[in-house]
């Protein structure tokens, strides 16, 4: 079958704006036949999904992105093909989100300290059923006045270095890339080319990715080639997709724009264990 696939999406279930619902209708209107909702540390849009999916004749991946430390750097991963009911997933999941909690109470702590009178409750009330995450700190301070934009509230606060950063609990690759294949997936490094060097990028292909993210946004052209040349000399999977926000980066148009050939997920299913 001809057709496209974007497979890095984020819903309502993370720091996306869309629920499923609106972002299988959106997909459906720019002629996507395939999607995977990516959300970080969260697999609760994954059924719902599917289920719309079959409805609506779009082939929905289950996937997940999860953060993990390599050599001291932030690094996200992305895992497709996952059976969300795996019970080592979900309590590893369950585990980083409590975590998340934690860490925004840190976070907004940080920020009274710096007389700025945020409340958890209200963070963990905007953040609703996904893992709570800085973007809903920086909602929430952009709600209440403190900065002029939800930019701002990372680039004064939020971001390392800044006052009110606080680092996420550290998840080893090893660790994302074994509890993946456990639940039947393939393990993916997302977004390469947003600051990732290539020391970095061969240690994570060394812990045993199945592939790379050659098609994102933040690649430009002279990337997606240089990332589909080093897929193929690794003998690895491309993957690729929009990190579509629902909008909330200013990106409702990315959805559709960053796209794989459908092709593409006969090759990964190829490659499930
Ligand atoms: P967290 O998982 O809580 O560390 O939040 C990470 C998310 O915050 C990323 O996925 C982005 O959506 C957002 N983010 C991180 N850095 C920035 C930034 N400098 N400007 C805007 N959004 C950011
Ligand atoms: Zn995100
Ligand atoms: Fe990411
Ligand atoms: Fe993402």
């Not at 998340?100 to 945020?118: D, F, H, W």
């Not at 680039?155 to 680092?167: D, I, N, Q, W």
């Not at 997302?190 to 993210?213: K, Q, T, Y």
């Not at 926000?245 to 299913?269: E, F, Q, V």
């Given at each position: 079958m001809s057709g496209r696939a974007d497979l890095h999406i984020h819903s309502t279930f993370s720091d996306g704006a869309l629920s499923p619902e609106a972002i299988l209708t959106l997909a459906r209107s720019r002629d996507i036949n395939a999607i995977s909702i990516t959300d970080h540390d969260h697999t609760g849009a994954i059924s719902q999904a599917m289920e719309l999916g079959r409805a609506m004749d779009i082939e929905v991946i289950p996937g997940i992105e999860l953060s993990v430390m390599e050599q001291g750097w932030e690094v996200h991963l992305l895992g497709y093909f996952?059976?969300?009911?795996?019970d080592e997933l979900q309590h590893f999941l369950a585990r980083i989100r409590s975590d998340r909690v934690k860490r925004a109470e840190r976070i907004v702590q940080k920020l009274n300290a710096l007389?700025?009178?945020?409340?958890t409750e209200n963070v963990l009330e905007r953040a609703g059923a996904a893992a709570v995450g800085r973007p809903h700190i920086a909602d929430a301070l952009v709600n209440d006045g403190h900065v002029g934009s939800y930019a701002e509230a990372f680039v004064r606060y939020l971001t390392p270095g800044k006052p009110a950063y606080v680092e996420k609990t550290a998840v080893s690759p090893r660790d994302a890339i074994r509890i993946v294949a456990e639940a039947g997936g393939l393990t993916f490094i997302a977004h390469p080319g947003a600051a990732l060097d290539s020391e970095v990028l061969l240690g994570l292909i060394h812990e045993g990715v199945?592939?790379?993210?050659?098609?994102?946004?933040?690649?430009?052209p002279a990337l997606v080639r240089y990332y589909r040349d080093l897929v193929a000399h690794y003998f690895l999977l491309g993957s690729g997709g929009s990190d579509f926000h629902g909008g909330r980066r200013n990106d409702l148009d990315a959805l559709g724009k960053y796209t794989i050939p459908y092709t593409a997920l006969s090759t990964m299913r190829g490659a499930l264990h």
């Amino acid at each position: 079958m001809s057709g496209r696939a974007d497979l890095h999406i984020h819903s309502t279930f993370s720091d996306g704006a869309l629920s499923p619902e609106a972002i299988l209708t959106l997909a459906r209107s720019r002629d996507i036949n395939a999607i995977s909702i990516t959300d970080h540390d969260h697999t609760g849009a994954i059924s719902q999904a599917m289920e719309l999916g079959r409805a609506m004749d779009i082939e929905v991946i289950p996937g997940i992105e999860l953060s993990v430390m390599e050599q001291g750097w932030e690094v996200h991963l992305l895992g497709y093909f996952i059976d969300p009911s795996h019970d080592e997933l979900q309590h590893f999941l369950a585990r980083i989100r409590s975590d998340r909690v934690k860490r925004a109470e840190r976070i907004v702590q940080k920020l009274n300290a710096l007389n700025l009178p945020l409340r958890t409750e209200n963070v963990l009330e905007r953040a609703g059923a996904a893992a709570v995450g800085r973007p809903h700190i920086a909602d929430a301070l952009v709600n209440d006045g403190h900065v002029g934009s939800y930019a701002e509230a990372f680039v004064r606060y939020l971001t390392p270095g800044k006052p009110a950063y606080v680092e996420k609990t550290a998840v080893s690759p090893r660790d994302a890339i074994r509890i993946v294949a456990e639940a039947g997936g393939l393990t993916f490094i997302a977004h390469p080319g947003a600051a990732l060097d290539s020391e970095v990028l061969l240690g994570l292909i060394h812990e045993g990715v199945d592939g790379i993210e050659v098609v994102h946004p933040s690649h430009t052209p002279a990337l997606v080639r240089y990332y589909r040349d080093l897929v193929a000399h690794y003998f690895l999977l491309g993957s690729g997709g929009s990190d579509f926000h629902g909008g909330r980066r200013n990106d409702l148009d990315a959805l559709g724009k960053y796209t794989i050939p459908y092709t593409a997920l006969s090759t990964m299913r190829g490659a499930l264990h």
